[in-house]
């Protein structure tokens, strides 16, 4: 009889442990949805000629100062980085983030 009723107990705590291992025993709490909204207001510091961009998935400070000029960069790519940051209260133009606004030096004149 001991042996039976200890065999049981064992298959008991097996199964227990494997319904809290694949189902759980906390009853799963509802999930909020959560919309968050980043907008980024920049304000201009420098008197470097500048245009405004938000800035599109793919893009880089490099390729929406190109396209805005329809050509090839006429400075070097330091001093792009530098009046960049001139430009956006020192922002790191490595992480600009897509749907944001920023001010890009403008080389056209």
């Known amino acids: 009889m001991k042996k039976l009723f ?3 107990l064992t298959v008991l705590v097996i199964y ?9 025993t906390l009853t799963p709490s509802p999930a909020k949805q959560v919309d968050a909204k980043v907008e980024t207001v920049i304000k201009k510091q420098s008197g470097l000629p500048s245009f405004e ?16 000029l329809e ?10 980085i530098e009046d960049f940051k001139k430009l956006n209260q020192g922002r790191n133009p490595e992480k600009i983030q897509i749907g944001s606004t920023y001010h890009f030096p403008d080389y056209s004149k």
């Open 16 to 24: 227990v442990i494997y319904l809290d291992l694949t189902v759980g």
């Open 71 to 80: 050509k090839p960069l006429p400075v070097s790519i330091t001093d792009l």
């Open 53 to 68: 961009a938000k800035v599109k998935p793919g893009e880089t400070v490099i390729s929406i100062v190109e396209h805005r």
């Open 6 to 8: 200890g065999f049981l």
